[in-house]
């Protein structure tokens, strides 16, 4: 519980940037054919809130159903109507991985993930898991999502998401994940096969050489748009025989080869990355439920039915069905509505 206030308590804060993601078709996030207006939502949640207990089961039924522009309006609406935040008051009436979900879910996209990477970063920890969701900001997100999340990050902080990053992550990993939350990619999909195969020896000579870390590899994996990164990686394979991940991984198994791997993966098929992260927190003893909330939480407006395709292709199982049978109660029926089931 330490951790779940502390990552969700801040101070009142003046207008933080909207997220720009597209909800595209490929989402699992089911929304009601005629929407109820905000005030109406608001007071549902409202009741939901009051009484002898909290009405779990309508608030998965409001929030779980709405999409990120519609929860802005309930947010906004809420608190006009009782003069408390949407979440003070999810915060008061909710706990464990369910309240955190709902918590999550409820933050617009770009606030969500700046305080994800803020406890990231303050965490004493500093493994490769634990900068998973900085990677995937940068590398798995449209280049306005970025730069919605570093102007939440200093509108909550006081200070940038960078000015953390080089006081909390040991080189040369910080100079990677500079590198990639400073860069504004362009976001057509436009492809120089003349830049692809240049770029793809340099990438096999830093590799070769073991020089992770050196300008070539930082300047193009953080400043091409991923339509041309994806063409360098074919070429890659073409030229060299290897997928580029599989030369890194021979490199070398420290957190620098790791990272670099995890960093290509965002970018060439974030919907694997995510059916990793899935499987990764679900399979082996115990479940790590906040890998497995961020990803869905993360995808549910996105690519989540992608994420299920890949998620089938790796593990021979259904990922509703892996959800289903290793969370349980609210959180797992708030899980299962984001997936598009039924609870």
Known sequence: MKSFKKLFTSKPKPHIPESSFKIGGMGSLKLLDVIPSPEDDSHKLKKAFQGFGTDEDGIIEILGHRDANQRKKIRETYHQLYNETLIDALKSELSGDFGKAVILWTYDPSE??????????????????HLEIIVEISCASSPQHIVAVRQAYCTLFDHSLEEDIVASVPPPLRKIL??????YRYDKEVVDTDVANLEADRLHEAIKTKDLANDDIVYILSTRNFYQLRTTFECYK??????????????????????????????????KHFAEVVGTSIIGLGTDEDSLTRAIIS?????????????????????????????????????????????
């Open 112 to 129: 969500r993930d700046a305080r994800l990477a803020n406890e990231a970063l303050k965490s004493k920890k500093k493994g490769i898991k």
């Open 178 to 183: 500079l590198g990639l939350v400073t860069s």
């Open 238 to 271: 073409k030229k060299h025989g290897n997928p580029i991940d599989k030369d890194i991984e021979k490199s070398g198994k420290g957190d620098l080869e790791s990272l670099l791997r995890m960093v290509i993966l965002c970018i060439d098929s974030p919907e």
């Open 299 to 343: 995808r549910a407006e996105i690519d989540m039915m992608k994420v299920k395709s890949e998620y089938l292709n790796i593990y021979k199982s259904s990922l509703d069905d892996a959800v289903t049978g290793d969370t349980s109660g609210d959180y797992r029926n708030f899980l299962v509505t984001l997936l598009g089931g039924k609870i």
